[in-house]
């Protein structure tokens, strides 16, 4: 059976996460029933990273395997006529080597987190980025998030319900950015464990508003204490934007939109 790489964008809000649960309709679910609609049979994906219940993408990747031969731009058609009215677009499809495994063979996750940093209530960003209506410095916050960078264990920034084996990670990026009103948080690293961009950001956050020191992020990484962890940071904030792999880097730019 061919092996198809499918390039994804969705918005996270209508959905329980990317991964298929009995509690609601997830977007794995919902790429997997427009592939039945397509083929005329059950077809399991496999996805790069397990988003949770309202956090978005602009460069989620799977692999699926299909009865046929698909040309790539007509696959991406045909899915996305599936796929309506669903908040999900298959940005691209391409044939992919057996091997090629969407989770496994991915030597990088980058995601996006979008702060608004401004008084007035969101409009047309409501339910895309996180309103923080007091002042944030956003230089504080990028010398905080300097802290983490590098092979730590990061329990502190940890979901309880986490299933990874080891807490340790690599964190090789953590840019804070501000234009206008809006702070963006740029992440990578190989993997990351449960909600652990979230957790960073809503600590970094605690450094924007002075409530921390840069030093108190560190010290709370070097507890390994979840209870030291600050508030974890709203999921609507949060983008997957792309996955990189060896033979190739992911063309999804780190921005707020494709």
Avoid at 39 to 68: E, F, M, N, W, Y
Avoid at 195 to 223: F, H, I
Wanted: aromatic share 6%; glycine share 6%; with cysteine.
């Amino acid at each position: 059976m061919p092996r198809y790489k499918l390039t994804i964008e969705y918005n996270g809000a209508p959905y329980v996460g990317w991964q298929r649960q009995t509690n609601g309709i997830s977007v794995q679910e919902a790429i997997e029933t427009a592939l039945k609609a397509l083929c005329g049979q059950d077809i399991a994906i496999r996805g790069a990273g397990r988003t949770d219940a309202g956090v978005h993408a602009s460069g989620q990747v799977a692999h699926a395997d299909l009865p046929k031969d698909w040309r790539g731009d007509l696959l991406r058609e045909a899915l996305n006529a599936h796929l309506r009215p669903n908040p999900v677009a298959i940005l691209s499809a391409e044939p992919v080597p057996a091997a090629f495994d969407a989770r496994f063979s991915a030597v990088r996750r980058r995601y996006l987190y979008r702060i608004v940093n401004r008084r007035a209530p969101l409009t047309f960003e409501a339910g895309q980025a996180w309103l923080v209506k007091r002042k944030l410095d956003a230089q504080a916050m990028h010398k905080a998030a300097q802290l983490l960078l590098g092979r730590h264990d990061f329990s502190t920034f940890r979901a309880s319900e986490c299933q990874a084996e080891s807490p340790v990670r690599t964190l090789e990026r953590l840019d804070i950015v501000r234009t206008g009103e809006e702070i963006h948080i740029h992440a990578a690293a190989r993997s990351f464990l449960h909600t652990q961009v979230r957790s960073m950001v809503g600590s970094l956050e605690n450094v924007g508003s002075g409530k921390w020191r840069p030093m108190d992020v560190l010290a709370a990484l070097e507890a390994c204490d979840r209870r030291r962890c600050g508030p974890l940071a709203p999921p609507e904030g949060l983008y997957l934007a792309g996955v990189d792999y060896e033979d190739q880097t992911s063309a999804i730019a780190d921005t707020k939109r494709p």
